[in-house]
């Protein structure tokens, strides 16, 4: 099932979500505050009749879970959609947040990534319209945003090619 409503004549160009890959930090990070908090329970517990092991890795495995989920749920309920005719963000699943412009407005389309990025093969793509002030307007974290431009590209051309020619020009 696609995550958009297709207009009339639409085709999809491109559809993912962020790299599994540009959640690396995301997961480092909740890793590390998880060791932390299991540290400090061993702490608070060792005050007492010495390290409860067992509730210190109840708490971790708890945490490093929890941190998975909520890793899986992020990456899998933001939606990157570039068609024909338009570029769309879906974000959320209870809630959503939707960004969309038509492929005609988008002037410049610009990719950034680190070494780290690079190493890992992802990036962001962030996209200039016309008569916007909408700065965020970006592709976080995806897998080879050489294919996210070309994919762009190809829309523009697809869009440019079924405009009617006009008269008097």
Same mark, same amino acid.
């Given at each position: ?16 979500? *962020? ?35 067992? @509730? ?9 879970? @929890?941190?998975?989920?909520?890793? @899986? ?26 960004? =969309? ?5 988008? =002037? ?36 080879? *945003? ?17 405009? *009617? ?5």
């Amino acid at each position: 099932m696609r995550a958009i409503d297709l207009h009339a004549e639409e085709e999809v160009i491109f559809e993912g979500h *962020p790299s599994w890959r540009a959640m690396l930090a995301f997961y480092i990070q909740g890793l590390l505050a998880v060791l932390v908090v299991g540290a400090i329970v061993a702490g608070v517990t060792a005050l007492g009749n010495g390290v409860k092991w067992g @509730l210190v890795a109840a708490v971790v495995v708890v945490g490093a879970a @929890l941190l998975i989920v909520g890793g @899986l749920i992020a990456r899998i309920a933001t939606v990157y959609t570039i068609t024909n005719q338009r570029l769309r963000i879906k974000r959320g699943i209870l809630s959503k947040k939707v960004q =969309q412009t038509r492929i005609d407005r988008v =002037q410049n389309v610009n990719t950034n990534q680190s070494v780290l990025e690079r190493v890992l093969r992802v990036g962001t793509v962030d996209f200039d319209t016309a008569g916007t002030d909408d700065s965020d307007f970006t592709f976080a974290g995806v897998s080879s *945003p050489a294919r996210v431009v070309e994919a762009v590209d190809r829309a523009q051309h697809a869009a440019a090619a079924a405009e *009617p020619d006009e008269p008097g020009l």
